[in-house]
């Protein structure tokens, strides 16, 4: 007996069906990462009063940019009074290609789980007062064109993993505490020196007062 055209249609209906649904429950996601990111955040201004979590996915909200396909591709959050400890919940936007947080009171330290971010390009999270280290894991975001972590608190070497980011461009890692010697190896053999200043216990290579306390 042929296909009816019912038949035909019913095969197709259902694998929308599960499109739609992969496509919510990834939306949804996404909304539940930014949900616990503003619930660690003070926001004096009300800058976050938008981002309500009730909503199926959260393209509506301030400074929030998705893709066509709803999933959140960028962050917009520079000069907006917030403070609080970066979530390492964020690391589950597994889209967003742009982290822009710079400017605010964030503290603590970068979570280790942003290395997890396969398709950031960038990262900014310069004029903040995050402590600790540059996190190693970093060195697997190999599609970072720019690191701009600069006007912190950070301390620790910088991370050898970080010269295996054929992709990175523009580095700015001043004025930290960083110590050890600065890696010169992939990207690192073009970046300025200013990429690195302000960091009085930071050294290149060969120099006589290299920090072996790092």
């Known amino acids: ?8 249609l019913a095969p197709a209906t259902a694998i929308l069906v599960v499109v739609v649904a992969v496509v919510l429950a990834a ?16 926001d004096p201004d009300g800058a976050l009063a938008s981002w309500d979590p009730d909503l199926v996915n959260p393209c509506t909200w301030f400074r929030v ?4 396909d709803n999933r959140v591709i960028r962050l917009d959050l520079e000069e907006m009074s917030l403070s609080g400890h970066l ?23 970068i979570p280790p789980e942003f290395g997890d971010l396969k398709n950031l390009i960038s990262l900014d999270l310069c004029n903040n007062t995050i402590s600790g280290p540059i996190p190693p894991s ?6 970072l064109k720019f690191m701009r972590i600069d006007h912190n608190l950070l301390t620790g070497p910088i991370p050898n993993e970080l010269a295996g980011l054929s992709n990175l461009m523009i580095l700015n890692v ?7 010697t600065i890696p010169t190896s992939g990207p690192f053999d073009h970046f300025p020196p200013s990429s690195f200043a302000d960091n ?3 050294r290149y290579p060969g120099m006589d007062d290299d920090d072996t306390g790092c």
């Open 1 to 8: 007996m042929a296909p009816t055209a019912a038949g035909n």
């Open 27 to 42: 939306a949804s996601q996404d909304g539940d990462a930014l949900t616990a990111f503003r619930k660690g955040m003070s």
């Open 65 to 68: 940019t998705c893709n066509a």
């Open 87 to 109: 979530s390492a919940d964020l690391a589950r936007l597994d889209q967003l290609q742009f982290m822009e947080i710079a400017s605010n009171n964030i503290e603590g330290s």
């Open 138 to 143: 970093l060195g697997k975001l190999k599609s």
């Open 174 to 180: 001043s004025n930290n505490d960083l110590c050890g």
């Open 200 to 202: 009085p216990r930071l």
